[in-house]
């Protein structure tokens, strides 16, 4: 597996087998001079398909895919992983991809329908904060909050443990304020209750949130891909008739002009 930092705190780390520690303090592995980083921060092991996370503190603050992790963690490819607040995205190496390719055959055909699997109604697309370029799909009725049981657990101070609930209806999600200190907000504005519609942006105190709507997205994408066909401009009215006066009009000047040269009155 391999380590992205987008932000370029460190340089892509393929991951060794064995052992890759990570810290502030010389002799690490992945050397990372930040805010919020130990000396010896945590441990990623690596057996060449699995990865893991060890928490070294409990006080060293790692999140995976937005959940504190406060135990030895198991982690994969596409999984997001913060070391304080230096953020790194786990990618597949090159062989890991081509075994997937390979496990990813056509099966064979064998009689039984295959259930497509359907895009979320509403899905929620983090904009700020520790959250910021993960997607949340909404179902049914769900909580957010700094509590780990939550279905959207956002491990910061600001956030309560049971923040908000959301629940989707046909036109949107219901936003309710379960009571938190720092408030809920539906663009920019404090609620207790409140609608939130596709655009509009979702605010827990400083963490915010857009609610998208994947399938009105793919409609949008699909109409801009269609051809362009330029229709003709209609002609105005009389249009021709003028035209056709101005073409005898040249005509007739240039027939004049040429007859007076012939007769040696213009010359040129």
């Known amino acids: 597996m391999k380590l992205l930092f987008p932000n370029g705190e460190h340089e892509p780390v393929e991951l060794k087998l064995g052992t890759t520690r990570v810290g502030s303090a010389a ?8 805010p919020g980083i130990a000396a010896q921060h945590c441990e990623l092991g690596f057996d060449g398909s699995n990865g ?26 596409g999984d997001i992983i913060l070391f304080g607040k230096v953020g790194t995205r786990v990618l597949a190496s090159e062989r890991m991809q081509a075994a997937a390719a390979a ?11 295959r259930v497509r699997q ?15 370029g993960k997607t949340f799909a909404l179902v049914g009725t769900m ?23 959301l629940q989707v209806m046909p036109d949107g999600v219901a936003v309710e304020d379960m009571g938190s200190a720092n408030g809920t907000f539906i663009n920019d504005k404090r609620v207790h209750t409140g609608m939130l519609k596709p655009g509009e942006e979702l605010r ?9 709507a994947p399938h009105l997205e793919m409609q949008q994408v699909a109409k801009a891909a269609e051809p362009v066909v330029a229709k003709p401009a209609p ?34």
Do not use: Y
């Open 204 to 212: 827990l105190d400083t963490v915010r949130f857009m609610l998208v």
């Open 52 to 77: 893991t996370i060890k928490v070294l503190n409990p006080a060293n603050s790692i999140a995976l895919n937005g959940r504190q992790v406060m135990q030895e963690t198991a982690f994969k490819p």
């Open 103 to 113: 496990a990813r055959k056509e099966p064979e055909d064998d009689g039984r329908t």
């Open 143 to 165: 909580t957010v909050g700094r509590a780990g049981e939550c279905d959207i657990s956002i491990p910061t101070d600001e956030v309560s443990r049971q923040h908000a609930k």
């Open 27 to 34: 002799g690490n592995d992945i050397l990372l001079m930040a």
């Open 118 to 132: 359907a895009l979320p109604k509403f899905v929620l697309r983090g904009v700020s904060g520790s959250t910021f």
């Open 235 to 268: 002609a105005a009215a009389g249009g021709g008739g003028q035209l056709k006066w101005l073409l005898m009009g040249v005509l007739g000047t240039a027939a004049i002009i040429a007859a007076l040269w012939a007769a040696g009155i213009v010359k040129f």
